[in-house]
């Protein structure tokens, strides 16, 4: 670089590595799915506690989408600031229920597709043949993440030749 011309930051700045940088993160954020949403229509339903929300999220998705508890109760909090959740303690743990105010904003988005099908890019897929592979291979990622973690050398060594073998039986499933 000549003298006089700043450097660009890390991010910031011009050239394609920017722009592929921040085409990447709105990519993500437009794929983010909307927290706030699954809890209101969840919550329309019944009254729930905030790992039931997350089981609820993670089972209606195909295990495709299982929000942290790091997003939840945040996202709880929100709304029960604006009067459209109470919380109430029972037993060591809060159940949030809609409030009036609430039950009419659910209503509101009742006819909107359910929240957690984006994921997959379509709202009309989630049950079904794409759902069920999807919960298969969430499944399949808990284990392996659980062999890498506790596993033995040896026990590692023969996870990946599962996968490798797993792996080529699926592209002969597609040819």
Known sequence: M????????????????????SSRRSRRAWARPDVRAAVLALLAEKPMHGYQIINEIAERSGGAW??????VYPTLQLPADEGLISAEESSGRKTYTLTEMGRAEAATSADRPAPWPTLSGSRS???????????????????????????????????????????????????
């Not at 299982?66 to 997003?71: E, I, L, M, N, Y």
């Not at 989630?126 to 592979?133: K, L, N, V």
């Open 2 to 21: 000549g003298q006089g011309r700043p450097r660009p930051g890390p991010l910031g700045g011009h050239g394609a590595a920017s722009r592929q940088c």
């Open 66 to 71: 299982k929000p942290s508890a790091g997003s």
């Open 125 to 175: 897929h989630d049950t079904g043949a794409a759902g069920t592979i999807a919960k298969a291979g969430f499944e399949l990622a808990q284990r392996v993440a659980q062999v890498g973690h506790t596993g033995t050398p040896e026990q590692v060594e023969k996870a990946v030749e599962v996968l490798d073998d797993a792996r080529r039986c699926l592209y002969s499933i597609l040819a």
